[in-house]
């Protein structure tokens, strides 16, 4: 139901737009989030947007990363700048959705998408 896509090589410094969307019986999405794996590390979040539009950051991307929401397509997405190499790792969007009924599943998962910083 969660497609992320938009991850790639960039080079230290640089940007990249990551773009999730959901799909299928949905009515609609309460709160989205990105999360990130890094090799050999636990998988993190990384922001969320609730349904109000708020956001939330880790530190470590603060500043850098903007997470926005687009309440007619169905998706969410992630702004980030000024990458680093220690920003390497893949990228996994995550979703409160409303399905049929207007019923409440938590904690969908997209598939994840590679993002590569070099330095």
């Known amino acids: 139901q969660l497609q992320a896509s938009g991850g790639g090589l960039v080079q230290a410094g640089g940007s990249l737009r990551l773009s999730c969307a959901a799909s299928?019986?949905?009515?609609?999405?309460?709160?989205w989030r990105w999360y990130r794996q890094a090799p050999g590390k636990e998988r993190e979040w990384v922001a969320d947007v609730d349904s109000a539009g708020s956001t939330n950051y880790a530190d470590p991307v603060k500043g850098r990363f903007t997470i926005s929401r687009d309440d007619a397509k169905i998706t969410v997405s992630l702004q980030m700048n000024s990458l680093k190499p220690e920003d390497t790792a893949v990228y996994y969007c995550?979703?409160?959705?409303?399905?049929?009924?207007?019923?409440?599943?938590?904690?969908?998962w997209g598939q994840g998408t590679l993002v590569t910083v070099s330095s």
């Open positions: 299928g019986s949905i009515f609609s999405v309460d709160a």
């Open positions: 995550n979703a409160d959705i409303y399905g049929l009924g207007y019923v409440l599943s938590r904690d969908n």
